[in-house]
């Protein structure tokens, strides 16, 4: 049964400090997403790569994350310095090809960050 | 731009009685639309998907959404409720034929099934 792995499941850290989360999309499936879930703003997507080249971080504040993907089978979501607003839920997706829209996004569990 | 937006963040009905949760949605294009459903600590799984091709869509769980273009709206029904039921509900647009494939979200519903 193939599933999207993410780790750490939970994350608590001090504002300042460095937050690594990473991700092993389903095999074979091309397109990865980054997404945020928060109480006040919902899901909002942070970005997403095709083929390990990142498409689209327009989602995401610039100065602070960066999202990479060293391998077809890692992708990281990097936070320096965190701050207490980007405690949430991130969640990691991973779709296949075709490239019409239709394609399924699965979704992993999800890592929760508490920055204190 | 598209958007979706769930009327009513909370539910409630009792177990056995009808599901009805609401999607409209807003797209300058033909859009693909999708319900998810998230169990608590868990990440979001597809319920069912609207691709242009049949307007009654039939999903997983004995869920179900009818696509009306003219209502703008993509809800969500399921005849009869289980405990098993409840968890948050998200609809979801994208354009079609977007090989860009981003999903916007709407707020999401909770759904509370009551014994």
């Known amino acids: 049964d193939a599933r999207v792995t993410q780790t750490p499941r939970h994350k608590v850290t001090e504002m300042g400090q460095e937050v690594t989360m990473r991700c092993q999309p389903i095999?074979?499936?091309?397109?990865v997403f980054w997404y945020r879930q928060t109480m006040m703003q919902g899901l909002e997507l942070l970005a997403y790569f095709r083929n390990r080249a990142p498409l689209d971080d327009s989602g995401m504040p610039k100065d602070r994350f960066s999202a990479e993907m060293p391998d077809a089978t890692l992708a990281t979501l990097k936070i320096q310095p965190s701050e207490p607003r980007d405690s949430a839920v991130y969640f990691c997706?991973?779709?296949?090809?075709?490239?019409?829209?239709?394609?399924?996004?699965?979704f992993g569990p999800g890592t929760r960050l508490t920055v204190l | 731009a598209q958007s979706v937006t769930q009327l009513g963040s909370h539910v409630s009905v009792s177990e056995g009685a009808l599901v009805l949760l609401r999607c409209n949605y807003s797209s300058s294009v033909p859009p693909y639309l999708f319900w998810y459903v998230q169990y608590p600590n868990q990440g979001l799984q597809l319920l069912l998907k609207y691709t242009s091709a049949a307007t009654l869509v039939k999903g997983i769980n004995g869920f179900e959404a009818e696509f009306k273009k003219s209502e703008t709206s993509f809800h969500l029904t399921k005849p009869s409720a289980h405990m098993s039921d409840a968890a948050e509900y998200f609809c979801?647009?994208?354009?079609?034929?977007?090989?860009?494939?981003?999903?916007?979200f709407g707020s999401g519903t909770q759904l509370t099934v009551l014994p």
């Open positions: 997706a991973s779709a296949p090809g075709p490239t019409d829209g239709t394609d399924t996004q699965y």
């Open positions: 979801a647009v994208t354009r079609a034929h977007d090989s860009a494939r981003q999903l916007t």
């Open positions: 095999l074979g499936h091309n397109t």
